[in-house]
């Protein structure tokens, strides 16, 4: 039993009716996350009353969620019956709980049985065990025994949601439900009182060997269903497990209590051009929450009505989302259409496939660099969109301003376009707040707050460029947005929808960054890490529509030739080990004695930002090739001392691992930034990264490009030195022992008798 426990003023509780809600679904239609969404935002107190945990978490009987049921409406409480109750024998005894203090209400969630049938086939750690191949059967054999809900057995009102607009409305009026309000009487909703279970329902059992799919005849956006498609669309099907779920291409009826205000005349709200966007800057970057949610709804506000029949929805993963909370209150006293602009509980790459919601544009908090990793929505968009999305991402753009968005296309072959029906993703950028993370504002929000309101402004506005260019919206709303005769390929304010390093109308701000970063990714022979030159080079064209030697993508041709030996070794004749996993190669720059690089031969691996714990195993194996190494040095120059270690921000394409010796004795060299490369929090010992990898899943990088420009000091006895010719005179005759985070965790390898030297 699932018990809303938000404080409430005294006396609250008892005041009105309590509410007893009969849930009625199949599994897999999102009973559950109904209740769960309801509780976490209405003011009135609810418990959930479920047969899959009432007995201390396990399985319960009837008996015992009638017994506690009936607990909770004696103590003020209004409750959810989460259960099938699909047929009228089942709901009988709960119906009568109903008294002349508790009204009793169903809502039926009647949406397609395939869909129903999908989420249930897919799911994992259901509370009631029904999941894998086990769940389309008994769905099957539940829904052919259906029985819809009549007020003659006891309801005083009774609620179908057949389709997404359904659905939300019926959220919307739960949720806003206070302790002392009442609904009107009545049934809402039925459109086909005498519909059957489809016949065809076994034919899709045949064809629902990939559940990801089962849905996807809800490509095309149409207003009605599909007659190729009725009979696989059930009635009885409830909706998907993220509560906002709608059926793909249901036609929209208006209800009791919906305020729908969808311009362009037939036109239904799953048809409409939709972006999902989460709320930038406030997780990672540590934005007040207060401040951020008066920017959303204010940028809400300004353009939600300029965007003709399009929505905006803020996505968030938990219901217990307090920008959600704060957004959604604030829209609702601003009197935003709630059909427009509403909240969303889910994971914005399955907002589809997971939750019934389509959303042709998702944007992503991205980072400056528009690279993969880093956690949190930006590592499980590129993750989810493959690597399709970085490709285009760098067709676009290399960097990214705060304030400014980038607008993306997503390649048909992302699966986020196949399964999702995401076709742009939009690349935002807000302000920094977190002092560990580079380009702090430290807690100026004056500032702050001008760059989140232009972040959500650029988004807004790459979201209208959109719209435009696919003609999706209604007669009479293009005039409410700003024309452009430049069409397809235009730039707007802060957002650029075709390639923008040619923009002559950036700013002299973003110029001065493009060409910083050019000269510090193109660096060739002189730049930090890896040094290849030219005639170890290969066009890569397969990454690069156009490599003249320049830097015009994120990476260069100079900066692609480690990934094109780790593909192809066999075609070098400078490397000195490939297996399977590996290929092992000097450093043709050395910055050493002995400078070698181990690069693995899987796709996808840039650097290590790319790397999650299922690359566990890869990065030990590097580890143990390089160690080995290493050893074989050691044997020829005892007095040799090494560290296995990976820069924070690589400048060469695939991930490697440095196995360096300490001595650092080479004319290679040479800048400042050469030493902090290796000597600062910008190079991560090997062993440290596989640690931490294994504990939280990912490396912590520390890529601030102030490490490199830091004053330069032993990596012995910490002694500050003016430039490199006098440090490396210094090194030469330096005997103190390495720091203690040097000699701990195994970080340096050294040959026995030298021991001596690391107390």
Same mark, same amino acid.
């Given at each position: 039993?699932?018990?809303?426990?938000?404080?409430?003023?005294?006396?609250?509780?008892?005041?009105?009716?309590?509410?007893?809600?009969?849930?009625?679904?199949?599994?897999?239609?999102?009973?559950?996350?109904?209740?769960?969404?309801?509780?976490?935002?209405?003011?009135?107190?609810?418990?959930?009353?479920?047969?899959?945990?009432?007995?201390?978490?396990?399985?319960?009987?009837?008996?015992?969620?009638?017994?506690?049921?009936?607990?909770?409406?004696?103590?003020?409480?209004?409750?959810?019956?989460?259960?099938?109750?699909?047929?009228?024998?089942?709901?009988?005894?709960?119906?009568?709980?109903?008294?002349?203090?508790?009204?009793?209400?169903?809502?039926?969630?009647?949406?397609?049985?395939?869909?129903?049938?999908?989420?249930?086939?897919?799911?994992?750690?259901?509370?009631?065990?029904?999941?894998?191949?086990?769940?389309?059967?008994?769905?099957?054999?539940?829904?052919?025994?259906?029985?819809?809900?009549?007020?003659?057995?006891?309801?005083?009102?009774?609620?179908?949601?057949?389709?997404?607009?359904?659905?939300?409305?019926? #959220?919307?009026?739960? $949720?806003?439900?206070?302790?002392?309000?009442? =609904?009107?009487?009545?049934?809402?909703? %039925? *459109? /086909?009182? @005498?519909?059957?279970?489809?016949?065809?329902?076994?034919?899709?059992?045949?064809?629902?060997?990939?559940?990801?799919?089962?849905?996807?005849?809800?490509?095309?956006?149409?207003?009605?269903?599909?007659?190729?498609?009725?009979?696989?669309?059930?009635?009885?099907?409830?909706?998907?497990?993220?509560?906002?779920?709608?059926?793909?291409?249901?036609?929209?009826?208006?209800?009791?209590?919906?305020?729908?205000?969808?311009?362009?005349?037939?036109?239904?709200?799953?048809?409409?051009?939709?972006?999902?966007?989460?709320?930038?800057?406030?997780?990672?970057?540590?934005?007040?929450?207060?401040?951020?949610?008066?920017?959303?709804?204010?940028?809400?506000?300004?353009?939600?009505?300029?965007?003709?029949?399009?929505?905006?929805? #803020?996505?968030?993963? $938990?219901?217990?989302?307090?920008?959600?909370? =704060?957004?959604?209150?604030?829209?609702? %006293? *601003? /009197?935003? @259409?709630?059909?427009?602009?509403?909240?969303?509980?889910?994971?914005?790459?399955?907002?589809?496939?997971?939750?019934?919601?389509?959303?042709?544009?998702?944007?992503?908090?991205?980072?400056?660099?528009?690279?993969?990793?880093?956690?949190?929505?930006?590592?499980?968009?590129?993750?989810?969109?493959?690597?399709?999305?970085?490709?285009?991402?760098?067709?676009?753009?290399?960097?990214?301003?705060?304030?400014?968005?980038?607008?993306?296309?997503?390649?048909?072959?992302?699966?986020?376009?196949?399964?999702?029906?995401?076709?742009?993703?939009?690349?935002?950028?807000?302000?920094?707040?977190?002092?560990?993370?580079?380009?702090?504002?430290?807690?100026?929000?004056?500032?702050?707050?001008?760059?989140?309101?232009?972040?959500?402004?650029?988004?807004?506005?790459?979201?209208?460029?959109?719209?435009?260019?696919?003609?999706?919206?209604?007669?009479?709303? /293009?005039?409410?947005?700003?024309?452009?005769?430049?069409?397809?390929?235009?730039?707007?304010?802060?957002?650029?929808?075709?390639?923008?390093?040619?923009?002559?109308?950036?700013?002299?701000?973003?110029?001065?960054?493009?060409?910083?970063?050019?000269?510090?990714?193109?660096?060739?022979?002189?730049?930090?890490?890896?040094?290849?030159?030219?005639?170890?080079?290969?066009?890569?064209?397969?990454?690069?529509?156009?490599?003249?030697?320049?830097?015009?993508?994120?990476?260069?041709?100079?900066?692609?030739?480690?990934?094109?030996?780790?593909?192809?070794?066999?075609?070098?004749?400078?490397?000195?080990?490939?297996?399977?996993?590996?290929?092992?190669?000097?450093?043709?720059?050395?910055?050493?004695?002995?400078?070698?690089?181990?690069?693995?031969?899987?796709?996808?691996?840039?650097?290590?930002?790319?790397?999650?714990?299922?690359?566990?195993?890869?990065?030990?194996?590097?580890?143990?090739?390089?160690?080995?190494?290493?050893?074989?040095?050691?044997?020829?120059?005892?007095?040799?001392?090494?560290?296995?270690?990976?820069?924070?921000?690589?400048?060469?394409?695939?991930?490697?691992?440095?196995?360096?010796?300490?001595?650092?004795?080479?004319?290679?060299?040479?800048?400042?930034?050469?030493?902090?490369?290796?000597?600062?929090?910008?190079?991560?010992?090997?062993?440290?990264?596989?640690?931490?990898?294994?504990?939280?899943?990912?490396?912590?990088?520390?890529?601030?490009?102030?490490?490199?420009?830091?004053?330069?000091?032993?990596?012995?006895?910490?002694?500050?030195?003016?430039?490199?010719?006098?440090?490396?005179?210094?090194?030469?005759?330096?005997?103190?022992?390495?720091?203690?985070?040097?000699?701990?965790?195994?970080?340096?390898?050294?040959?026995?008798?030298?021991?001596?030297?690391?107390?």
């Amino acid at each position: 039993m699932d018990i809303d426990d938000a404080p409430k003023p005294k006396g609250e509780e008892t005041k009105g009716k309590q509410i007893v809600v009969i849930l009625v679904g199949a599994p897999g239609s999102g009973k559950s996350t109904f209740c769960e969404q309801v509780m976490g935002s209405s003011t009135r107190p609810w418990v959930r009353i479920c047969q899959d945990t009432i007995g201390n978490g396990k399985a319960g009987t009837k008996a015992q969620c009638l017994k506690s049921a009936a607990s909770a409406l004696k103590d003020g409480k209004s409750v959810f019956i989460d259960r099938c109750n699909l047929d009228r024998e089942q709901r009988a005894e709960f119906v009568k709980l109903g008294d002349p203090n508790a009204d009793v209400h169903a809502i039926v969630l009647d949406l397609p049985a395939k869909l129903c049938i999908s989420r249930s086939v897919k799911r994992s750690g259901h509370e009631g065990k029904l999941q894998g191949g086990k769940a389309a059967a008994v769905v099957n054999r539940m829904l052919q025994k259906k029985e819809l809900p009549k007020l003659s057995e006891g309801f005083t009102r009774i609620t179908f949601c057949q389709n997404e607009s359904d659905v939300q409305a019926a #959220l919307n009026t739960y $949720s806003a439900l206070g302790p002392s309000d009442t =609904l009107p009487n009545g049934s809402f909703g %039925q *459109k /086909n009182p @005498d519909a059957k279970i489809q016949p065809g329902i076994m034919r899709f059992f045949k064809k629902a060997e990939v559940p990801a799919n089962a849905v996807s005849d809800a490509n095309s956006i149409q207003s009605s269903v599909s007659p190729q498609i009725i009979e696989e669309k059930d009635p009885g099907y409830k909706g998907p497990d993220n509560i906002s779920s709608f059926s793909g291409n249901a036609s929209m009826e208006l209800k009791e209590g919906e305020n729908l205000a969808v311009s362009g005349g037939d036109v239904s709200l799953n048809d409409a051009p939709t972006l999902a966007f989460p709320s930038i800057s406030t997780s990672d970057f540590q934005f007040n929450l207060e401040r951020a949610s008066d920017i959303i709804v204010e940028k809400v506000e300004e353009y939600v009505n300029k965007l003709g029949n399009a929505r905006l929805v #803020l996505v968030d993963l $938990s219901h217990r989302s307090k920008i959600l909370s =704060l957004v959604k209150t604030k829209a609702a %006293q *601003k /009197n935003i @259409d709630s059909n427009k602009f509403f909240t969303f509980v889910g994971d914005i790459t399955q907002l589809y496939s997971e939750g019934g919601l389509r959303c042709n544009v998702i944007a992503n908090a991205a980072n400056w660099r528009l690279k993969p990793g880093g956690g949190g929505v930006n590592a499980a968009i590129f993750n989810a969109a493959g690597p399709a999305l970085e490709v285009a991402t760098k067709e676009q753009a290399i960097s990214l301003h705060p304030g400014k968005a980038v607008v993306v296309p997503l390649p048909s072959t992302s699966p986020l376009f196949s399964r999702q029906k995401v076709t742009h993703v939009i690349h935002v950028l807000g302000p920094n707040m977190n002092q560990q993370r580079p380009n702090c504002l430290n807690n100026d929000y004056i500032k702050g707050c001008q760059i989140l309101g232009d972040a959500y402004t650029s988004l807004f506005e790459g979201f209208a460029s959109i719209i435009r260019t696919q003609g999706k919206l209604a007669q009479g709303s /293009n005039e409410n947005l700003e024309s452009n005769p430049s069409g397809p390929q235009e730039d707007i304010e802060g957002v650029s929808t075709k390639h923008s390093l040619n923009n002559d109308q950036k700013s002299k701000r973003d110029s001065e960054h493009d060409n910083d970063r050019s000269k510090r990714c193109k660096g060739l022979q002189d730049e930090v890490g890896t040094d290849i030159p030219d005639s170890r080079t290969r066009k890569v064209d397969k990454y690069n529509d156009k490599i003249d030697g320049s830097m015009t993508k994120a990476w260069g041709s100079w900066a692609q030739a480690l990934y094109d030996i780790a593909m192809h070794p066999e075609s070098h004749k400078d490397v000195l080990e490939i297996s399977d996993d590996v290929v092992v190669l000097n450093d043709l720059y050395p910055k050493a004695k002995r400078h070698l690089l181990v690069v693995p031969r899987s796709e996808g691996l840039d650097c290590l930002a790319d790397v999650r714990k299922e690359h566990l195993q890869l990065l030990r194996t590097m580890h143990d090739v390089g160690l080995k190494w290493a050893e074989k040095f050691l044997q020829e120059d005892a007095s040799l001392i090494f560290r296995l270690g990976y820069h924070s921000a690589p400048s060469m394409r695939q991930l490697h691992i440095h196995v360096i010796s300490q001595d650092f004795d080479s004319k290679h060299l040479k800048k400042k930034k050469h030493w902090n490369s290796f000597n600062t929090a910008f190079f991560l010992n090997s062993v440290d990264v596989i640690e931490e990898v294994s504990n939280h899943g990912r490396a912590t990088l520390r890529d601030d490009e102030s490490l490199l420009s830091m004053e330069l000091r032993c990596h012995r006895c910490r002694s500050a030195h003016p430039n490199i010719p006098r440090l490396k005179s210094h090194i030469s005759n330096c005997r103190a022992p390495f720091p203690p985070s040097l000699l701990q965790n195994f970080c340096l390898v050294l040959a026995p008798c030298n021991a001596v030297i690391d107390p």
